[in-house]
């Protein structure tokens, strides 16, 4: 007999979930089956059950009212992301690995941004960059990251790659924490130089230097956070 481990049961009922979405057998805010039914369906116990709903509720795709029930959020792209956003907040992975991932794939989106980008693109990227400056002015990390964050998305996009533009979703949580928290230890106008030397690089359309601006962004990101752990 194969015993499954607690995150495999997760994964099961998440992907359950998933699949009654997709289905239409649940609508986003609508109420959750009982914690009794949704082990029947899924073949599982009532521990495992309630230890995925708790899960799910830290990530934001679902909300358990006391005494009530569990809701789904109305953010039903959310819930399709669950898979992805489960490993990172189970899985333990770091922000050091984060930033290894982004700067394998990251570069290289720069690069095919500068390539591909639309006018359109291109008055989203700056009206990104304007808002990081007044944000940086207002002394406000919180809308700094937000805005940084955005032009990210905004160049994912501007590659041209749907996949990876989707990719981008699932990995919004983490990468919006570990840019508050870069944000936070250094000086502010080092993320708005650099995504200013990125704006002139795609906009000139020169795959080449938006690819190692956008390296040495993130490796200088990823050097702020080493030195603070060492501190």
């Not at 607690?6 to 609508?27: A, F, N, S, Y």
């Not at 009982?34 to 830290?58: C, H, I, T, W």
């Not at 792209?77 to 992805?84: F, I, Q």
């Amino acid at each position: 007999m194969v015993v499954r481990k607690p995150r495999d049961l997760t994964h099961t009922i998440i992907g359950g979930l998933r699949d009654m979405i997709t289905e239409g057998k649940l609508q986003p805010g609508s109420r959750l089956p009982p914690e009794r039914e949704l082990a029947r369906q899924f073949g599982v116990n009532r521990a495992s059950v309630r230890q995925a709903l708790k899960a799910l509720d830290v990530m934001g795709i679902v909300h358990q009212r006391v005494g009530d029930g569990t809701y789904l959020t109305h953010d039903a792209s959310t819930t399709l992301r669950a898979p992805l956003d489960f490993l990172i907040l189970v899985d333990g992975i770091t922000i050091q690995e984060l930033f290894e991932a982004r700067r394998i794939v990251e570069p290289e989106l720069a690069a095919r941004a500068a390539k591909r980008r639309s006018d359109k693109d291109m008055e989203d990227l700056g009206e990104a960059l304007d808002a990081m400056r007044l944000s940086l002015e207002a002394d406000s990390v919180d809308e700094l990251a937000e805005h940084d964050l955005r032009f990210h998305e905004i160049i994912w996009r501007a590659s041209g790659n749907r996949v990876c533009h989707r990719m981008f979703s699932s990995l919004q949580r983490i990468m919006s924490r570990s840019i508050q928290v870069t944000s936070l230890l250094r000086d502010g106008g080092t993320p708005l130089s650099a995504h200013q030397a990125l704006y002139y690089a795609i906009e000139a359309g020169d795959p080449l230097k938006a690819r190692q601006i956008m390296t040495e962004h993130l490796i200088q990101g990823e050097g702020t956070l080493q030195k603070s752990a060492v501190e």
